[in-house]
């Protein structure tokens, strides 16, 4: 049989196209998934990017909101002598109040 090529049967030849095709569909799926992940890190990236310059904008509008409610607000009035007295009078006894000793309170 040296001269005679060997003959396959249609079962052993099916099953090598069926093992070919799966390598091409496996090399293309990888491909496929590579394109995907490379789809994915991009996105991600222009999302990053987004993401930096909405907190920017967000700090600053934020910045600009404080800014004109201050700017805004009517000034307080000055509070007259006799309230600055009055306040001070009671804060002076509470702290009197706290510091003095036990001792002396039983007196």
């Known amino acids: 049989m040296p001269g005679k090529s060997p003959r396959l049967n249609p079962l052993q030849s ?6 070919a095709e799966s390598e091409l569909n496996r090399a293309q799926l990888v491909q496929e998934w590579e394109t995907l992940a490379e789809g994915v890190w991009s996105v991600a990236g222009r ?5 930096s310059i909405a907190s920017s904008a967000a700090v600053l509008v934020a ?3 404080a800014y004109r409610r201050r700017k805004s607000a009517p000034p307080e009035p000055k509070p007259s ?5 009055l306040k ?12 003095r000793s036990p001792r002396r309170a039983r007196d």
């Not at 099916?14 to 093992?19: D, E, H, N, S, W």
């Not at 002598?81 to 007295?85: D, R, V």
């Open 63 to 65: 910045g600009l909101a």
């Open 88 to 99: 001070t009078a009671s804060l002076v006894s509470t702290i009197w109040l706290a510091f």
């Open 14 to 19: 099916r099953k090598q196209l069926l093992i």
């Open 47 to 51: 999302a990053k990017s987004f993401a």
């Open 81 to 85: 002598w006799l309230q600055t007295i």
